[in-house]
């Protein structure tokens, strides 16, 4: 049996609700075959997203760690594949903070690629039928904080263990008024359950899904 812990965010900037963390709790109730999913829902909070995280991963020692954030604006399922030692926030997060060029972890590496399959990622969520691709940018608010913290701990202390971040688009009601593309919960997680069981690949496809800018 694999154990994954699947994080999603609370809430942000006035949202009432917010799709990683619906989309989290819909994987963990019905999970992939072979797979004990433990959902975890994390403050948008610069640092203290990063110590529930910790938490997590300590009171759950899972074999992949999966977490999410919403990305409004996004059309499709955007698994990340690498996260950078800056938090630059361009609104505040839940508790009024906005750290401007900051490292995540002072001293850290500038960066850390995703250790999950990624492109086998981005080809599982393909054909279970939605849209998905591979990105290059997880921003520098805290859905990057998160990741970044997330893969220093696993460098630092779990090397054995799988970790990256999927971005997912924000959810119908979000953007009624605002013509953006959205997904509902259940769709997204659909394709998470797609993803998850391609997490635990060996090996990577050699496929092109590099960007031009």
Not at 110 to 125: D, I, S
Request: proline fraction near 9%.
């Amino acid at each position: 049996m694999t154990k994954v812990l699947l994080t999603g965010f609370e809430p942000f900037d006035g949202a009432a609700r917010n799709p990683s963390w619906e989309a989290a709790r819909l994987v963990a109730d019905n999970p992939p075959e072979g797979m004990k999913v433990t959902p975890a829902r994390l403050s948008c909070v610069f640092g203290q997203a990063a110590d529930e995280l910790r938490a997590a991963v300590r009171d759950t020692d899972p074999d992949v760690v999966v977490c999410l954030g919403q990305a409004t604006g996004r059309p499709d399922i955007s698994v990340e594949r690498i996260a950078v030692n800056i938090d630059d926030a361009r609104i505040p997060d839940n508790a009024g903070r906005r750290p401007v060029d900051r490292p995540v972890v002072p001293g850290g590496p500038a960066a850390y690629f995703a250790t999950l399959p990624v492109k086998a990622c981005v080809a599982a969520v393909r054909e279970a039928g939605l849209p998905a691709s591979l990105s290059h940018t997880a921003g520098t608010f805290v859905c990057n904080h998160v990741f970044y913290a997330l893969m220093h701990l696993l460098a630092a202390e779990r090397p054995t263990a799988r970790g990256g971040f999927i971005h997912v688009p924000a959810l119908p009601e979000q953007v009624l008024d605002q013509a953006k593309p959205s997904l509902p919960a259940a769709t997204v997680a659909h394709a998470l359950r797609a993803l998850l069981a391609a997490s635990t690949r060996r090996l990577d496809l050699r496929t092109p899904e590099g960007a031009t800018h």
